[in-house]
């Protein structure tokens, strides 16, 4: 797939015009300088033609500020991946020293790249689009990104300059499987991204609240397509103030609603905590496969027993995500972090899986007859038939003669069961009941 990369100095709209293609709030927007850190990606179609689009953070000297250095790095990444460049400059402000450095790094690029001057919202800010012209090109493009104003004149030219799309044939047979990265700060979200992929793809610090926006970055692995979502780290609402950080922790926990598995990041020097309990309780409930990632292993003593006392405190505590495997990792030391990928293939595989009606009904005979289902106010428990509704996760539909009276641990008994014959232990099991009596199936 193209990629086409937008550049520019800190604050001049890269993240609004993003946000305009995308047609959704995708990237933070803000008016304070530097929101934008990381590589933002996203897979958009414009003209019959899709293609990858690229924020990155304001391009701005080395020693500006925190992260200034590690944001500079990854913009001049982000240059070497594309297939053509937007370079965003700001009307109101005029142009800047640091324009112009950045326009030397687009000519010796050897790229396709489109100059536009963002902000332009009336005659006064047309004024300034002359003084542009004195970075020795050819042709500007004025625009206001937060109106729509432009845009598309520009777009029109991009999508020209790319070259031609590779089909893919096999796309449907082999779909995206979305992997969201959440946990608390300074788990280690990031680093596990990074020696996933084996690039600094996203910016790593021991400074909590790093990563601000869901940072989407699509790979391959034998075959088989990723989404990898770098996401902010989840603190407890007493303790999120700032109203960046509040957004952040929202853009994350949507990042779990599209996700197909969550890789939940715990701490091994802090062990389990109440707010890693309260985000796996967010991934249960939205029903998307886990993986439970214990992180810093190398630093924990390898004492026998203490590694299996701890173990067994994190499955109890996590005993509400009983599908959710455990591996115990050091993303920054790389040990067992090519487990990763296999165990997420296995759980999407589940998740995704689909059982026949005949197959989900003899299921039910033999586990109804193994243990009766009980009486419920005098009246025996009937169940007539089930099927497979849905998948992702897996939800079976199962008709009976009182489903508002069945009991919580005869149900987990059922999905037990079911997640033993159909091999989903690995997946979370939706089992739904609703009423049907016998004298309606016997007339039908």
């Known amino acids: 797939m193209a990629v086409v990369a937008i550049v520019g100095r800190p604050n001049v709209g890269k993240s609004t015009l993003f946000n305009r293609l995308c047609r959704k709030r995708h990237a933070l927007v803000d008016d304070l300088p530097g929101v934008t850190r990381d590589r933002l990606s996203a897979s958009i179609e414009y003209g019959n033609r899709r293609f990858l689009l690229m924020d990155t953070g304001g391009f701005t000297d080395p020693d500006a500020g925190t992260f200034a250095e590690e944001t500079r790095r990854q913009v001049l990444l ?7 460049v937007i370079f965003l400059a700001d009307a109101r402000t005029g142009l800047h020293p640091g324009d112009q450095e950045l326009v030397g790094l687009l000519r010796k690029s050897q790229k396709p790249v489109f100059y536009a001057v963002n902000k332009v919202d009336g005659r006064e800010q047309e004024k300034h689009i002359a003084e542009f012209y004195a970075l020795g090109v050819e042709k500007i ?53 990074n020696a996933l992929l084996g690039e600094e793809r996203v910016i790593v610090s021991p400074v909590p609240g790093t990563t601000r926006d869901a940072v989407d970055t699509p790979v391959e692995v034998q075959g088989r397509r990723f989404l990898l979502i770098d996401t902010a780290g989840i603190r407890r609402k007493g303790r999120t103030r700032q109203k960046l950080e509040k957004i952040s922790v929202i ?84 040990k067992r972090v090519s487990r990763v990928f296999p165990m997420v293939w296995e759980i999407f595989d589940q998740f995704n899986k689909r059982v026949t009606t005949g197959m989900v009904n003899r299921v039910l005979v033999n586990v109804t007859a193994k243990h009766e289902p009980p009486l419920v106010s005098g009246r025996r428990l009937k169940f ?22 069945i009991h919580f641990s005869y149900e987990r008994f059922l999905t037990n069961q079911f997640r033993e014959a159909f091999g989903m232990d690995k997946t979370p099991v939706r089992l739904v009941f609703r009423e049907r009596s016998r004298r309606n199936d016997e007339s039908r």
Request: charge should be negative; hydrophobic fraction near 40%.
């Open 384 to 405: 007539y038939y089930a099927t497979q509704a849905s998948t992702r996760p897996p939800t079976f539909v199962l008709f009976c003669n009182e489903p508002q009276k």
């Open 141 to 193: 493009y004025p625009l206001s990104a937060a109106h729509g104003l432009g845009v598309y004149d520009l777009m029109d030219d991009v999508t020209a300059s790319l070259p031609p799309a590779w089909e893919d044939d096999a796309q449907d047979e082999n779909p995206e499987i979305r992997v969201a990265v959440v946990g608390r700060p300074n788990t280690g979200k990031s680093t596990l991204v």
């Open 78 to 84: 982000a240059l070497e991946e594309a297939d053509a």
């Open 251 to 334: 853009k994350a926990l949507e990042s779990i609603d599209r996700s197909h598995v969550v890789i939940l990041m715990v701490d091994a020097l802090e062990g389990v905590t109440d707010q890693d309990l309260h985000i796996g309780g967010y991934v249960q409930e939205r029903g998307r496969g886990c993986l439970i990632a214990v992180n810093k292993w190398d630093a924990m003593p390898k004492e026998p027993r203490t590694v299996r006392r701890f173990l067994e405190d994190v499955r109890e505590r996590f005993r509400f995500l009983p599908h959710a495997p455990i591996v115990t990792m050091s993303a920054l030391q790389k």
